[in-house]
């Protein structure tokens, strides 16, 4: 990991305090210095188009048209645009974390090379925020400082930048409460966003995206904010920033300017070159008016049929004739904005200088946001912060333990002292079926907490926190105690209550059997977690799952009649259940004697009612089934990993693969040349210019 930070968090606010100074667009011309250019990164894209395809044979919607641009160590740019113009899908396609339904053409070059940028190679501060609701403001800060700030630090120099960087933020005041969760109020939204900002710049990443980071907060907020990002760009950092109509105090904070509307380039230069563009174009800003706000309102084509309409009232009538802006609509306006830029000296200072920097070469920035820190001290920070969530979230484990009480007495009373009748050997095998069944079923109470735990697994890895590797021996390190509690409570209680068969390590095997299989299931869930979009998909995938597990364990269906094919072989080998059930009968049942049918008919063995009644062998110990489930954790825990590995290593070769397809197809397909890309804005050129020489398709 590629991080610099100042030995004092506060020290770097005055330090860079003087970057002001150096002017609006003094980077472009300023010389970096050596250190700079050490940790630079001259990012370029060329011809960057986005299209979603259609499933039918409708026209392809292009979300964004052969984009152009760069920007540079030091330099904080601006990607500005009504909505849906494209930004968040300018900075997700530079980020390489575009969604899997669109298709990107186009290079993208990181010091002079070309690559995806993804996992570790981006500090992105994304729309959502996606933080543990159930730490501190603090603690948030403090757990992501220990998680990527150098072990060449010391604590006392961790602990500035952690005080320096909330005090960037203007978290202090907040600094010491919770962040609050859909359970627990928290912070505010503008809060919530300066600390998701807050989490990234504490390690001046070279390369740094953000979007929409000011959206939410006040004025006063938003310009320390862009100031603050400004002054990490100072530092010698690579900032690109999307913003939502900026107060003109917080637009000229920033150096360059990307202009998007409907995906198309309507200008890309410096930030104080717009306004001149803007007039020689023929739509000068007004005196007293905001640039940005002037911008947006030309080539905001969103409220064009609304205006029409409004032209048509008589409230609007008078004033028609003083504004040229209100003659003509947006989307001309755009479309003559978009053509004039094309031809303007700001264009080709833009393209000179992308021909200049996209031959710039620097240090390998491919990795630079992956943290340096050493996989010790990242797994036990991980634990602890897992730990801490577990015990403050009511959902995680709490709510859980509390079921399992009131179960357990449940099933101790219902079964109390079960004894040693004829029907008993029936109670027996219901009561170890219920509690390995059942009892491990309510694991997907956890469900929610599960999924916001992937949520942020998702966005630290794809920032570089930490590997998935760590993630996933904290995760279950973290969880252990809780298990054990579950596991130990459930089976005390119903050990004694129903008086299963005496002895210690009986009592041992009963507990250690119900925790494996808890733990077993939790591993499950993970995996499901890991697969699915959302809360919803999870929570029902995972009761499948679930189900399919009860139904195969032996219970319900004996194993010997299970289906050979499938079901019993592989299903009820690879299910934790069948061996679970297995495992309790033998422990219960070896060495008890029940009574007959009628008084005084012949006693049955316990180890009859396994292979006769329950038609399970008994050709292995118990021990070996107790080892089948924590061979299976260890296998489940395993695929976790494996899936996380595949979806990160894998997912992008199909998603490389269905993109060169779907291109291939699009090709072939008269529609994707006839039509505009979206109704939503159509402008007035022509459909050739559209559409025309420059179109991906070679
Ligand atoms: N994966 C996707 N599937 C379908 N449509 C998409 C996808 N990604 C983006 N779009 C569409 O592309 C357009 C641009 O979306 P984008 O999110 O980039 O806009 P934006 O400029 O960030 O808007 P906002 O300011 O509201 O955040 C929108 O019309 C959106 O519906
Ligand atoms: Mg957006």
Not at 105 to 121: F, Q
Not at 128 to 146: K, Q, W
Not at 259 to 264: F, I, R, T, W, Y
Not at 368 to 397: A, H, P
Request: aromatic letters at 12%.
């Amino acid at each position: 990991m590629e991080i610099e930070v100042g030995k004092s968090g506060g020290g770097r606010m005055a330090e860079h305090g003087g970057g002001d100074d150096d002017g609006g667009g003094g980077g472009i011309s300023m010389g970096p210095s050596t250190s700079m250019k050490e940790r630079a990164s001259y990012l370029v894209w060329q011809d960057l188009r986005v299209m979603l395809p259609s499933t039918g044979d409708g026209p392809t919607k292009k979300l964004l048209h052969g984009l152009n641009g760069f920007a540079e160590p030091g330099r904080l740019m601006a990607i500005m645009g009504p909505s849906g113009s494209g930004k968040s899908t300018l900075l997700d396609a530079l980020a390489g974390r575009l969604a899997k339904n669109v298709v990107m053409t186009g290079n993208i070059l990181l010091n002079g090379e070309k690559k995806k940028l993804s996992y570790g190679a981006v500090a992105y501060v994304t729309q959502e925020d996606v933080l543990m609701g159930t730490l501190s403001v603090r603690e948030t800060i403090t757990y992501s400082a220990h998680l990527r700030l150098p072990t060449t630090m010391t604590n006392e120099e961790i602990q500035d930048t952690i005080d320096g960087t909330i005090m960037e933020m203007g978290l202090a005041d907040c600094a010491d409460r919770l962040v609050g969760n859909w359970h627990l109020r928290g912070i505010s939204g503008g809060e919530k966003k300066r600390l998701s900002i807050a989490l990234e710049i504490l390690v001046r990443p070279r390369l740094l995206f953000l979007d929409e980071p000011t959206s939410g907060l006040d004025s006063a907020s938003a310009f320390f904010v862009a100031h603050a990002l400004r002054s990490v760009a100072r530092d010698g950092r690579t900032v690109i920033s999307s913003i939502h109509q900026p107060s003109s105090e917080v637009f000229a904070l920033f150096d360059d300017l990307f202009l998007l509307s409907g995906g198309e380039t309507v200008y890309f230069g410096e930030a104080k070159d717009a306004i001149e563009f803007f007039a020689e174009s023929g739509f000068p800003c007004p005196i007293k008016r905001n640039p940005s706000d002037h911008f947006l309102r030309c080539i905001n084509s969103d409220f064009d049929v609304v205006t029409a309409t409004l032209k048509g009232s008589s409230r609007i009538y008078e004033e028609r004739e003083e504004d040229p802006l209100k003659n003509l609509a947006s989307s001309e306006i755009k479309a003559t904005l978009v053509e004039k830029y094309k031809w303007s000296k700001q264009a080709a200072k833009a393209r000179s200088k992308m021909k200049h920097i996209s031959t710039i070469r620097g240090p390998d920035a491919g990795t630079s946001t992956v943290s340096q820190v050493g996989w010790w001290k990242q797994l036990t920070t991980l634990t602890r912060r897992s730990f801490v969530n577990m015990s403050r979230d009511m959902g995680y484990y709490w709510l859980r333990i509390i079921i399992y009480l009131a179960v357990s007495i449940c099933v101790g009373t219902i079964f109390f002292d079960v004894g040693l009748s004829y029907t008993a050997m029936i109670a027996r095998g219901a009561c170890g079926g219920f509690i390995t069944g059942f009892m491990t079923f309510m694991s997907i109470g956890s469900f929610p907490s599960f999924i916001e735990d992937m949520k942020i697994f998702t966005r630290e890895r794809l920032n570089g926190y930490y590997g998935c590797a760590v993630f996933i021996l904290s995760n279950f390190l973290s969880s252990f105690p809780f298990l054990v509690a579950v596991s130990f409570l459930t089976g005390t209680i119903t050990w004694n209550m129903v008086k299963f068969n005496h002895g210690f390590s009986r009592y041992a095997f009963y507990c250690l059997n119900l925790f494996g299989s808890i733990a077993v299931i939790e591993s499950c869930m993970m995996i499901v977690a890991s697969l699915v979009p959302n809360f919803m998909f999870g929570l029902v995938t995972g009761a499948g799952v679930l189900g399919i597990m009860m139904m195969t364990s032996g219970f319900f269906r004996q194993l010997p009649d299970l289906p050979k094919p499938f079901w019993r072989y592989p299903i009820s080998y690879i299910n934790y259940g069948s061996w679970a059930i297995q495992g309790g009968y033998k422990n219960d049942l070896i060495g008890l004697v029940f009574d007959g049918l009628a008084p005084g008919d012949p006693k049955i063995k316990g180890a009859d009612v396994i292979t006769k009644l329950f038609r399970l062998p008994l050709s292995h110990s118990k021990w070996w089934d107790l080892f089948a489930i924590y061979a299976l954790l260890v296998s489940y825990r395993t695929i976790f990993f494996l899936v996380l590995k595949l979806k990160e290593k894998a997912l992008p070769i199909f998603q490389s693969m269905y993109a060169k397809r779907t291109i291939h197809r699009l090709k072939r397909r008269a529609s994707f040349t006839k039509f505009p890309s979206s109704r939503r804005y159509q402008s007035l050129r022509t459909l050739a210019s559209q559409e025309g020489l420059n179109s991906p398709i070679p």
